[in-house]
């Protein structure tokens, strides 16, 4: 019992998925370099990490990625502002983790990025659109008047913001192991979580970037990310990194075919079982099977059936009094708790191609009663 599926009932989406990783320096060796040197190339001389020449890699990094970011034809990676020169910013001197592509796929899933700097005992993060962050917000932190509850911070394109802490919760009277703190920055009063406060090195950091409204103050920036070639690109505003842990998760773009299965009343309702169909045989014939791994070769008889057909009347053996036909399913099936009329149940679904090769198998969960005068839907759902 073959059924054709209309192209209507059959879609096809596309979604993303995502795989977790944890690599480290002993796989992938950082490559530091100056992005600054302009003494041509000596082939004899030059500086070789892990078998690459780091003058010319340093040289085509600065190039491709940081040279042309105002041109959207030529831009590599995301930005959140295109032009914006203070998101992509190199310094002098930089350090490159290159991850293949086996491991990133079409991509690093942006977010995903906690890269471990253990030379140092600091941790990064990405925000999303290209930029490595402290893993908990960073800032600068310019100077904190405890006598006025002023604070003034500076964020990562220089810009400055003057903040007031609220009364009663000043710098001296934060409870360092909870770490809340009220404060405000232009007309809004937010809580925030303080993490640390490092005097000699002049920044702050919280457990979340300040959000406050009106104000856009941006996070200290460590380097930066191109989500599409796996390439993490450290500049000389994070301390020197040779040792790391990286955790990050990959993108692989999948397929899903969809496809409504409809049987009509009546459809796929005939019973298998002897005793149920009336079936026409022309005859029969010997095939051959091809040897394969847990299969033995040989022939197999294949029997040939012109018709098959429901039996239109069922009698009980044991009181021939009690029977039933096809016809009065509507009257009597609300006293068929045992299935007497013999409809079959669903248990397992094939789909075929046109050429008639099967290439799915669909198992229900639960066989189901295929009920002779109802529609019965089934949805199936396979990844391509």
């Known amino acids: 019992m073959l059924k054709t599926i209309p192209k209507s009932s059959i879609s096809k989406r596309a979604f993303q998925v995502h795989k977790s990783w944890t690599v480290s320096s002993d796989d992938y060796p950082v490559i530091s370099g100056s992005f600054t040197t302009e003494t041509a190339f000596d082939k004899e001389t030059a500086i070789t990490q892990n078998g690459l020449y780091t003058y010319p ?26 032009g914006e020169r203070q998101e992509r910013v190199i310094g002098t001197t930089g350090y490159v983790i290159s991850l293949p592509q086996k491991k990133y796929g079409e991509g690093i899933d942006p977010k995903s990025i906690i890269l471990k700097d253990l030379t140092n005992g600091s941790e990064y993060s990405d925000d999303g659109f290209g930029n490595i962050t402290s893993r908990f917000a960073k800032y600068t932190l310019s100077s904190i008047n405890l006598e006025t509850n002023e604070i003034v911070i500076v964020d990562s394109e220089g810009e400055v913001f ?86 990050f998760k990959s993108t692989k ?25 009336t079936m026409e045989i022309s005859g029969s014939y010997e095939t051959e099977i091809t040897p394969d791994i847990g299969i033995i070769g040989g022939t197999e008889k294949i029997t040939v059936v012109d018709d098959i057909q429901q039996t239109p009347y069922i009698s009980g053996s044991y009181n021939p009094s009690i029977s039933g036909s096809w016809d009065d399913y509507n009257t009597s099936a609300s006293y068929d708790p045992t299935g007497s009329y013999l409809a079959p149940f669903i248990s397992t679904i094939g789909i075929y191609d046109k050429d008639g090769d099967m290439i799915a198998i669909a198992k229900l969960p639960k066989p189901i ?16």
């Open 57 to 82: 890699l340093f040289k085509s990094i600065k190039s491709k990625y940081y040279d042309e970011i105002s041109n959207p034809f030529l831009l590599h990676g995301v930005m959140e502002n295109i």
């Open 162 to 247: 003057t903040g007031t802490l609220f009364e009663g919760s000043g710098i001296s009277s934060i409870d360092m192991e909870v770490g809340i703190v009220k404060m405000t920055f232009g007309s809004d009063t937010d809580t925030v979580y303080v993490m640390s406060i490092d005097f000699q090195e002049g920044t702050i950091q919280f457990e979340a970037a300040l959000e406050f409204d009106g104000q856009d103050i941006d996070q200290l920036r460590f380097g930066n990310i191109i989500y599409s070639e796996g390439l993490i690109i450290l500049n000389d505003t994070a301390t020197q990194v040779s040792s790391y842990v990286l955790d």
């Open 253 to 277: 773009t999948i397929s899903e075919l969809e496809i409504l299965l409809t049987a009509k009343a009546g459809e796929f309702n005939v019973s298998q079982a002897p005793s149920a169909v």
């Open 369 to 384: 009663k295929n009920l002779p005068d109802y529609d019965m839907n089934f949805l199936v759902r396979l990844d391509t």
